[in-house]
């Protein structure tokens, strides 16, 4: 691994322990709109970006337009059953300030819209920890390498000076295309099978990512 100055988190899934809130509101969704059924392992096998390709391989056809609408209801669904399934990994208070101890500056980089985002860092009371936090402009989910890219030039580093540590196949390929450097967390949004895949580095949970960082 080469020399890393700013790490770029992902926040769903990586920081965020929201999986069991995406199976849950998707899976109803699709049963009351689609008569389709949704499970936990399904879930993590054929989840993926942009999110409407995800419903294609699940069997769902949606035009963009009525993807759209469903986007705004599937948030508002989440927003209100955050408090009962939504929580952060164990050990992130402890990961982000070890980093920032070590002289590591960091930043989330999401897929999740802006606005939400910012409410949600607020509210774990994490902000102190980001020099930045870059979300995108709408809840469709469509990906995040255009904001990769202006993201690692507002750092002012070179792309391979910089990582982004997430936890689906997306995040790897985003930070391909960025330049970046990439390491691959389990327990987020697909199967540590697929993230294996990707030939990327993979680590168990969270709570090793401050050991590797200690042992450059």
């Not at 008569?35 to 035009?63: A, N, Q, T």
């Not at 500056?105 to 020099?131: N, P």
């Amino acid at each position: 691994m080469k020399r890393v100055k700013h790490i770029f988190w992902d926040w769903n899934g990586t920081l965020l322990n929201d999986v069991d809130l995406c199976v849950h509101v998707t899976g109803n969704f699709l049963q009351e709109r689609h008569d389709k059924l949704l499970d936990r392992e399904m879930y993590l096998k054929e989840f993926g970006f942009p999110v409407i390709d995800f419903y294609k391989k699940i069997g769902i056809e949606l035009k963009e337009e009525d993807y759209g609408q469903m986007s705004i209801d599937w948030i508002g669904a989440y927003n209100q059953s955050f408090g009962e399934f939504a929580e952060l990994h164990n050990g992130v208070g402890e990961v982000l300030l070890g980093l920032q101890k070590l002289g590591y500056k960091q930043s989330i980089l999401s897929a999740c819209e802006k606005g939400l985002l910012d409410t949600l860092v607020k509210k774990f009371d994490l902000w102190d920890h980001f020099d930045s936090v870059h979300g995108v402009e709408d809840f469709k989910a469509h990906g995040k390498v255009d904001l990769a890219h202006s993201a690692v030039r507002a750092s002012q580093l070179k792309a391979e000076e910089c990582m982004l540590i997430g936890d689906t196949m997306h995040d790897y390929e985003v930070a391909r295309e960025a330049g970046m450097q990439c390491l691959l967390i389990g327990g987020g949004h697909q199967n540590s099978d697929r993230l294996r895949a990707t030939g990327c580095e993979v680590l168990e949970d969270i709570s090793q990512v401050l050991n590797k960082f200690k042992n450059i």
